[in-house]
């Protein structure tokens, strides 16, 4: 049961959506584990520390935070198919980043701002908290600024796919493709700004070739098992000193990591490893026992002590 693919998620979630869409171009069997949206996440903090985003992918009592560390975990674990395609990793990478960074932001306040009157306060108050430092009640202002900038992404992806391609890289569907639909897929919850796709003829057949591709074989599974498999388990992760860390953090060393964005909420415990692109924390939960925690390099700060 320890090597099972647990997705702690819920279904509207836009980056849940890109490992879903993974899983559907890997054909991957997983158990679907629905979380929250708002906080409290009473069945998902005890595994992660503290760190409340979604997507959470759990291996036994390996628990993974972030896409960025989720994809290259898949990809190791089941390579065929590739999520890069003629060795096109780097370019797929430089596609996710672009997606993640530039072009989520614009969309949520595309959405929302035309969604606005049917969120409840208490997702509102959520997703302040979840911002430090500015007001989640503004976004509405920020919307026809936004669709000019989903417009000129939207249309980036295009001008991508004018060669006649079928996926954003070429002949095989990606990672590049998984992020960026991800972005077109949580227009839909907005009429409005969904048809603004509707110019763009290449995306509209595109975004319908990667629909298809599925979630692969989704089994659902109630938290109190993934609670269970996790205190059963032990982690894998096992302790590894990198000599290029410029930092010079080593196996046993207290440390907590945050993101750097949003979602301001560390998680502290014993570095178990670190590369350039994955951090694996140690950390004993009371009721679950010892749990390691990963995530990526990029998009979050490592700090010493606790």
């Known amino acids: 049961m320890a090597e099972t693919l647990i997705l702690h998620h819920y279904d509207a979630s836009p980056f849940s959506e890109k490992i879903r869409k993974i899983f559907g171009m890997k054909h991957l069997k997983w158990r679907a584990v629905e979380q929250p949206s708002i906080m409290p996440k009473p069945d998902l903090v005890p595994l992660t520390g503290g760190y409340r985003r979604i997507p959470v992918l759990q291996i036994g009592a390996d628990v993974y935070c972030d896409t960025q560390v989720i994809v290259p975990l898949l990809e190791r674990l089941h390579p065929t198919p590739t999520l890069y395609p003629g060795g096109s990793e780097g370019t797929c990478q430089a596609w ?148 290029h860390e410029p930092n010079g953090l080593a196996p046993g060393d207290a440390v907590s990591v945050t993101p750097d964005d949003y979602g301001l909420d560390p998680v502290a415990g014993e570095l178990v490893f670190s590369t350039a692109h994955e951090i694996a924390v140690r950390r004993r939960d009371p009721a679950l026992g010892e749990i390691v925690v990963h995530f990526p390099r990029f998009g979050f700060r490592v700090t010493r002590g606790r």
């Open 96 to 243: 996710n980043l672009w997606a993640d960074r530039l072009l989520f932001l614009p969309l949520v306040a595309t959405v929302f701002a035309e969604t606005w009157q049917f969120l409840p306060p208490a997702f509102i108050a959520d997703r302040s908290r979840m911002i430090p430092g500015r007001d989640f009640g503004e976004l509405p202002k920020l919307g026809p600024h936004a669709r000019e900038q989903v417009r000129a992404l939207l249309a980036v992806v295009e001008t991508q796919l004018a060669d006649g391609r079928p996926y954003l890289v070429g002949a095989e569907p990606s990672l590049a493709d998984a992020t960026c639909f991800q972005q077109v897929w949580f227009l839909r919850v907005a009429p409005q700004a969904n048809a603004m796709a509707d110019e763009f003829r290449r995306v509209c057949a595109w975004r319908d070739r990667v629909d298809a591709l599925g979630h692969g074989e989704r089994v659902e599974m109630a938290p109190a098992e993934a609670l269970a498999i996790a205190k059963e388990s032990r982690p894998k992760a096992e302790a590894a000193a990198d000599p």
